[in-house]
């Protein structure tokens, strides 16, 4: 897709001065399939997650927005995520602004610049986002050619300590309010309204807009009072946007698919929003009420086209509680038949012990999982009541048998600690569950049961029963640290304990007030940045962004009191304070409170107007949608659903067909390591929908051999693959029906029938050829030095053992040509074959460096026979009229220009 010139020129001084020295340059080239690109759309507005593409990526809400907008005729939507520190050095060096995946446009380029709060760890990362898109950072010092900046998601719950650099929050469900953001920005820019007109407008009349500089906070004696707002038509308080049901037109049928590997890459299917079992730690079950469940229609037509249109091989049911949804049954059912036709595994990444059963068990063991994760959250049924956690330790204990007779071993146990009445004995509770585990292996044979124990510092959230509590001191967590790894003594046990300084920081983020606006904007000045990653956040510089502005830590971890106002009591994401506090009273007397999805049983949480917003539950609305089934349903239970790999990866090798494909590899996709080419090749098959044939066992891999790896950053004009198929296709249809699923800068040059063979690819391939387009002086002479040399040693590492090798016995030959050289390498007896970049820094003196900004362009690979050069998309044909060189007819080759003589 070619660039608006301006961004042009901008992309190729980030091609030639960033992307050759970073470490992952798949995160910023875009390309990805299913892309969409608006380059004239009249409102445009650029999605920003405050993280690496990896996590961005993995987020689902974007997903959604992304195709939302991007439906909308005059709008389009783009995506910025945080360069990593390497990109981010070199883009400040070269003056190169943040920019847009998909145009490549500057953030300051767009008219509305939005940001997904979902982790108060992040917020550093944004105000670095609007520097390095050259915003400013402060919303007063934003002018009329600026763009807007708003931000949503959960964290925004509480939006004080973010209001000096967001122009507008959005609140709650985005799927609605973001469209009617945009049109009014559309409406009022049209007719010539000021930046604070629209958003006058928008607070005044979009339910769910939050404008911070017109509410104006009132502090007495250095304490928070309470806020009011400056103009009469604003709300206060400020409600969420709920949207009563989610439709299918909210979810893209095509979502971007990533070149590279992300965090969660797979197919995220929401099957419900919110949560009502009411655990009172936390801040999603709260604000995300009431439950919202999807249609199991919808459900499974989204997941045939999305699996059609991507590729994927993975997917997750996603939502807070996915064992919650009415319809799992049915849904699993009918789910099943599109993952045993189209080999897809799937996964549950919410799982209640009480909901584990021997069908799920058997669903997501069958489906490739490896591990499985239990939140008990706390060690004592006692202090399981007070944080009203809904499951029970024999539940838990059954699950766990149920998992080891599956051939589960590992389990891996999230808890939390410093939670509400904590004692030690509950502590205890954390290893007694974890040795119980492994003895319930014991018991059934099984030694290698491994349990790994997530355990995280209590952290009060907003907007829940527990947002009055005290945090413990870091002192005494780390003293409690201190105490569960004294204890811990079975080695099968992993213990793993967050770090407390991480949840203090969370606590002052998320439970603070606008002076922490100033904390944030100084932290960051001193070098805060990607606080969410434990080896980058550095404790010290918020510890002194506290002081400087006069503020204590102490006052954002205490104990609040029961009628102080809070800093987000102006915000009402839909759970009434007074519930929330009766919730707490609960909570001390050790009271749980049901979770109110049956009909009759509703806590007055507030969250329900029962009109338009009310529970969504599909057993108890489609009530006939078992009776639309054309399969067969199949329940969840003991008997059950499960995939049959060995019906599906036990291919008869005698019944597969092999294949050899030669193909290119150029422009963005150089960027493409080999590891993210395996995958990005079994989605374009799967895309083709042509069956590649897989590997058996627990594991199973599409029978894919690739020729040696291609160095990052590198192009090349001749890469090969082999396959192996379930079925026999001409090759031309294989060519053809892959075309039309490549990304930008792949291109299959040819595919041919093979010969089956028990040496991979790789292993037959040794000699490589790579151009070098290098024009400096006395080329020549280099050339001939390097030439007339018999040894030229270089360190070579592996595995921590570093030795010399004499890279001169590995140069075949090389050919000087107009715009630089030819040099082909051989491997050794052995099959090494030196780092073509470290040859290439030899024969011209130059540096690693040096080197990296050299445009190398593989031009060949060949198999050795004899002493002559085949081309592999030559060899082992089942065409024997083109393998003519097995009958020793080398000069037939030499004639069609395929072979090259080896001088
Ligand atoms: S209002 Fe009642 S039914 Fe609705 S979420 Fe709250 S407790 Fe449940």
Request: hydrophobic share 35%; proline share 5%; glycine share 6%.
């Amino acid at each position: 897709m070619p660039l608006e010139d301006r961004f042009a020129n901008m992309w190729k001084e980030f091609e030639e001065k960033v992307l050759p020295f970073v470490s992952k340059p798949g995160r910023y080239i875009g390309n990805e399939f299913n892309i969409l690109v608006k380059e004239d759309a009249e409102v445009k507005i650029a999605l920003c997650f405050p993280d690496v593409y990896e996590i961005g990526m993995s987020y689902i809400g974007f997903k959604i927005l992304y195709n939302i907008v991007n439906k909308i005729e005059w709008a389009c939507a783009e995506r910025v995520y945080a360069p990593w520190t390497d990109a981010e050095e070199l883009m400040r060096r070269e003056g190169i602004p943040l920019f847009s995946l998909e145009t490549k446009r500057p953030l300051r380029d767009f008219d509305i610049v939005g940001f997904t709060l979902q982790y108060e760890l992040h917020y550093s990362n944004i105000l670095n986002m609007l520097e390095l898109g050259q915003i400013p950072i402060f919303s007063s010092d934003r002018g009329e050619s600026d763009p807007i900046v708003i931000a949503g998601g959960p964290v925004a719950c509480n939006p004080e300590p973010m209001s000096a650099f967001i122009d507008a929050f959005l609140l709650g469900d985005g799927e609605n309010l973001l469209p009617q953001f945009l049109e009014l920005y559309r409406e009022m820019r049209k007719n010539g309204a000021s930046r604070d007109e629209i958003l006058l407008t928008a607070g005044k009349k979009l339910q769910g807009v939050y404008v911070p500089k017109f509410y104006e906070p009132i502090y007495e004696e250095g304490k928070y009072k309470g806020i009011r707002k400056l103009f009469d038509e604003l709300p206060l308080p400020v409600k969420r946007n709920v949207i009563p049901e989610l439709k299918p037109e909210h979810y893209p049928d095509r979502p971007i698919v990533p070149l590279i590997e992300v965090v969660h890459d797979r197919f995220q299917l929401e099957i419900m929003r919110g949560c009502t079992q009411g655990c009172r730690f936390c801040n999603a079950g709260m604000i995300y009420r009431p439950v919202r469940e999807r249609a199991v229609d919808d459900l499974i037509n989204e997941t045939r086209r999305v699996i059609e249109n991507t590729g994927y091989e993975e997917m997750s049911f996603v939502s807070l509680s996915t064992s919650d949804y009415s319809l799992l049954p049915e849904l699993m059912g009918r789910n099943y038949e599109i993952v045993k036709e189209k080999k897809v595994s799937p996964s549950f990444p919410s799982l209640r012990p009480q909901t584990y059963t021997v069908g799920i068990a058997k669903f997501t063991r069958e489906g490739g999982a490896s591990g499985l994760t239990f939140a008990p959250e706390a060690g004592t049924e006692r202090l399981r009541r007070v944080i009203n956690k809904q499951s029970s330790e024999d539940d838990f204990y059954r699950a766990v048998e149920i998992a080891i007779d599956y051939g589960w071993r590992l389990v891996k146990l999230y808890f939390m600690m410093g939670l509400p009445t904590e004692t030690y004995e509950d502590l205890d509770g954390i290893l007694r569950i974890a040795n119980n585990v492994i003895e319930i292996a014991r018991r059934k044979k099984v030694y290698n049961m491994e349990v790994h124990v997530s355990v995280s510092p209590f952290s009060p959230k907003a907007h829940t029963p527990f947002q009055w509590e005290r945090q413990n001191s870091i002192e005494e967590l780390i003293d409690k640290t201190r105490y569960l790894k004294s204890k811990n003594r079975c080695r099968n046990i992993k213990l793993d304990i967050r770090d407390p300084r991480v949840t203090t920081l969370e606590t002052i983020l998320g439970r603070g007030d606008r002076r922490i606006s100033r904390v944030i904007y100084s932290a960051w000045k001193n070098g805060a940045k990607f606080d969410a990653w434990t080896d980058k956040m550095n404790f010290d510089i918020w510890v002194k962004a506290m002081e400087e502005n006069g503020l204590k830590i102490e006052d954002y971890t205490r104990e609040f009191e029961k009628d102080e106002v809070f800093p987000w009591d102006h915000i009402f994401m839909g759970v009434l304070k007074k519930f929330l506090w009766r919730d707490r009273q609960k909570a001390y007397q050790e009271a749980m409170i049901p979770d109110c999805r049956p009909e009759d049983i509703c806590h007055a949480c507030g969250a329900c107007d029962f009109k338009t917003i009310k529970m969504l539950i599909r057993s108890q609305v489609d009530k006939n949608s078992s009776s639309d089934l054309k399969g067969e349903s199949i329940a969840l239970g003991e008997d059950v659903i499960w995939i049959d790999k060995t019906e599906i990866n036990t291919a008869n090798p005698s019944t597969t067909f092999s294949y050899r494909m030669k193909y290119a590899k150029e422009g963005y996709l150089r960027y493409i390591s080999h590891l993210d080419l395996i995958r990005l090749f079994n989605r374009i098959f799967r895309k083709s929908g042509i069956k590649v044939a897989y590997t058996k066992g627990f594991h199973p891999h599409p029978k894919f051999s690739f020729s040696p790896p291609l160095p990052l950053g590198y192009e090349s004009k001749c890469e090969y693959l082999d396959f192996e198929l379930e079925e026999e296709i001409e090759p031309l249809e294989i060519k053809m029906r892959l075309i039309q699923n490549l990304p930008d800068g792949m291109s299959i040059l040819d595919v041919r029938r093979i010969e089956k063979s028990k040496k991979s690819l790789d292993s037959q391939i040794n000699v490589f050829e790579y151009k070098v387009y290098f024009n400096g002086g006395n080329l020549s002479d280099l050339i001939s030095k390097f030439l007339s040399k018999r040894e030229i040693l270089v360190e070579r590492s592996k595995n921590g053992d570093v030795k010399l090798i004499n890279i001169r016995e590995f140069v075949r030959d090389i050919f000087i040509e107009d715009d630089g050289f030819v040099v082909r390498l051989e491997r050794g007896s052995m099959g090494e074959v030196p780092k073509v970049d470290l040859v290439i820094g030899k024969i011209l003196g130059l540096d690693e460096i040096q080197v990296k900004k050299i445009k190398v362009v593989r031009t060949g690979q060949f198999i050795l026979v004899d002493g002559f050069l085949i081309d592999p998309i030559e060899y082992n044909v089942i065409n024997k009229s083109r393998v003519s060189y097995e009958e020793g007819d080398l000069h037939q080759h030499q004639e069609e220009g395929n072979t090259y003589s080896s001088t």
